[in-house]
């Protein structure tokens, strides 16, 4: 069954220093969400592709944070410098076209630990 | 706008009784609605979802969820709990204007005693 792919699971920085998540979507999955999670909360949007375009990156950080698609398949966010507020899951998902368009498929997500 | 309210942020159960957990959503729009549950330390995992057909959903692992309209309420329910449904719980509302934009709840976690 196909997955959404994100590297790395797990990642420890000091605050200051930069770092980069990746997200591969299923194969065909035209509509792309970079979702942060704080512990005990819900996931929250960062920001969401259509291709490689921006539908909305309302509550994207702007002063630290960026989310490229280049090509409209997989991408990256990054965080520049980190915090110690950045601690979080950082999950990615994808959805389809047709019916299938809002249901959205979930990668096992990045751990990030500010120091 | 839409918004969506988790309830309970815990529910605790014994073993092979019923589960509810409640879900009231606010839309301006007919929503899409969906519960996802996730196991510790994992991704979100759908377990099922309200496209505007029967207002009675079946989902995986023996979840069901009722639509009503007049309550503005997607409640969760499983009939007998199993260990391995102790997890963190999501209700998501959705609608479409020109593409989807989720809004998730806070959670619920299920906690579930042998």
């Known amino acids: 069954e196909a997955e959404v792919a994100q590297s790395p699971r797990y990642k420890i920085t000091e605050k200051s220093q930069a770092v980069a998540f990746w997200c591969d979507p299923i194969?065909?999955?035209?509509?792309l969400y970079w979702y942060r999670q704080i512990l005990g909360q819900g996931p929250e949007l960062l920001v969401q592709?259509?291709?490689?375009?921006?539908?909305?990156d309302s509550q994207l950080p702007k002063d630290r944070f960026s989310a490229e698609r280049l090509k409209g398949v997989d991408s990256t966010l990054k965080i520049q410098p980190a915090e110690l507020g950045d601690s979080a899951m950082y999950l990615c998902?994808?959805?389809?076209?047709?019916?299938?368009?809002?249901?959205?498929?979930f990668g096992a997500g990045t751990r990030l630990s500010v120091l | 706008a839409q918004s969506v309210t988790q309830l309970d942020s815990h529910v605790s159960v014994s073993e092979g009784t019923p589960v509810l957990l409640r879900c009231n959503y606010s839309?301006?729009?007919?929503?899409?609605l969906f519960w996802y549950v996730q196991h510790p330390n994992k991704g979100l995992q759908l377990l099922l979802k309200?496209?505007?057909?029967?207002?009675l959903v079946k989902g995986i692992n023996g979840f069901e969820a009722e639509f009503k309209k007049s309550e503005t309420s997607f409640h969760l329910t499983k009939p007998s709990a199993h260990m391995s449904d102790a997890a963190e719980y999501f209700c998501?509302?959705?609608?479409?204007?020109?593409?989807?934009?989720?809004?998730f709840g806070r959670g619920t976690s299920l906690i579930v005693h042998p």
């Open positions: 998902a994808s959805s389809g076209s047709g019916q299938g368009r809002n249901i959205q498929y």
């Open positions: 839309s301006s729009y007919s929503p899409s």
């Open positions: 309200y496209t505007s057909a029967a207002t």
């Open positions: 998501v509302v959705s609608v479409s204007g020109g593409s989807y934009i989720p809004t």
């Open positions: 194969s065909g999955h035209a509509t």
């Open positions: 592709f259509q291709d490689e375009s921006v539908v909305d």
